[in-house]
């Protein structure tokens, strides 16, 4: 997957200018960059939540599933945290087991049947990590997915990301911690 001459402005403010990236299946690319760099308009253009005012986004393969964890945690507030997690899958399929589990190792098995609104930043932050999961995509879009994590739990969802890394699979990460580059094994491109 590449991007091509991606540019991308907000009235006179040029975020974006001419930006070509390769992404690798099967790594993960870790963005860095100053605040107002456009790493998460990036990461939106890359998601088709915006256009780009010019360039091209390039898939390797037709398949163009994306999962994404964005910096809000976007979860239902009256729904429980299972349901939220369930909310991204096939309905026709069952994958309550599958989610209890992606819960349970994320640390929240004994809060599965929380509403999302009774749940602390970090146990929302948790559940919106394992909602991008269980979702079936080509593309997992991170964006500060780590913010808000307590130093014991940190390691616990980033080897859960790594886990999941598939030789077919793109992984996006906007992060502002180069341990955390380091820790997923992450090539770093900076954005400036």
């Avoid at 993960?28 to 890359?46: D, E, F, P, R, Y």
Wanted: charged share 25%.
């Amino acid at each position: 997957m590449k991007i091509l001459n991606i540019s991308k402005s907000f009235g006179d403010k040029k975020v974006l200018e001419n930006i070509n990236l390769t992404f690798a299946a099967g790594e993960v690319t870790c963005i860095m960059g100053a605040s107002g760099s456009g790493k998460t308009t990036l990461l939106n253009i890359l998601a088709g939540l915006m256009p780009p005012d010019s360039g091209d986004v390039i898939w390797d393969s037709t398949s163009k599933k994306i999962s994404m964890v964005f910096q809000e945690d976007r979860l239902l507030s009256w729904e429980t945290a299972l349901n939220n997690v369930l909310f991204v899958t096939n309905p026709a399929r069952n994958y309550i087991e599958q989610a209890k589990k992606l819960l349970s190792e994320a640390g929240l098995g004994d809060s599965i049947n929380k509403k999302a609104a009774k749940l602390s930043g970090g146990m929302k932050r948790r559940v919106a990590i394992c909602r991008a999961l269980i979702a079936d995509y080509d593309l997992l879009i991170l964006d500060e997915p780590f913010k808000g994590l307590d130093a014991k739990i940190k390691p616990v969802i980033m080897n859960m990301i790594k886990a999941r890394i598939d030789a077919n699979k793109y992984v996006l990460c906007v992060t502002h911690d180069a341990s955390e580059v380091e820790y997923l094994k992450g090539r770093l491109v900076k954005l400036l």
